[in-house]
């Protein structure tokens, strides 16, 4: 392994300190248990967030990631996880069925969103998010995915880089391998007066 992916390591576990922190937690805290028989959104709240108490209003305003005051459809499949690399396979049609069915059940003003407003007085009437048996909703970015569904459960700040030898390990590091290669290629070309790769063939003195 290399000393970059190692380096990696610490700022992973830094991060989770710091979601550990604003959640009010403690670091490489387990995943929550919940019921098999548990709606979508409390199952969704345990595995992605590490919260088991809260209300209608905070996870609407968890999930309405730009403070817009409303959830547009790109956050409604967000908080679905379909904006997430685990998504890659469903189809559009799927992703589509789950907007429709969304906006059915809380747009009551046929605009295309889904306003605070709309979100109480849905589950104020007894109503859940429905349950597409698309997984729990992953939206957190790489690194935060990684630390809490593999990290936390089999690693903790005592991990060694001898024991980075999991699949999920080795994976992940392989992306942030990739990313930096990708990086680093990007800041060379930066360096460049001129792109060639940039510049029509036509007028490529080889052209």
Do not use: C
Request: no cysteine; proline share 3%.
């Amino acid at each position: 392994m290399s000393i970059r992916r190692f380096v990696t390591i610490g700022a992973v576990s830094m991060a989770l300190t710091s979601l550990a922190a604003a959640h009010g937690g403690t670091t490489h805290q387990k995943p929550l248990e919940v019921s098999p028989d548990s709606n979508w959104a409390t199952r969704h709240m345990a595995e992605e967030h590490h919260i088991s108490n809260f209300d209608p209003e905070s996870f609407f305003t968890l999930h309405d990631y730009d403070d817009s005051g409303y959830w547009d459809q790109k956050e409604i499949l967000k908080t679905y996880g379909m904006e997430d690399e685990s998504a890659k396979d469903v189809s559009k049609e799927t992703k589509d069925g789950i907007l429709k069915e969304i906006l059915r059940l809380m747009d009551s003003n046929s605009n295309a969103i889904v306003e605070k407003e709309e979100w109480r007085k849905y589950i104020d009437g007894g109503g859940e998010l429905p349950d597409f048996g698309l997984g729990p909703g992953h939206h957190w970015d790489m690194e935060m995915e990684y630390e809490i569904h593999h990290w936390e459960k089999y690693h903790d700040e005592n991990t060694k880089e001898e024991d980075l030898i999991h699949p999920e390990d080795i994976e992940h590091f392989r992306k942030h391998d990739e990313l930096e290669d990708e990086a680093d290629r990007v800041a060379a070309l930066d360096k460049l007066s001129i792109v060639e790769q940039n510049i029509p063939s036509k007028f490529r003195r080889d052209g």
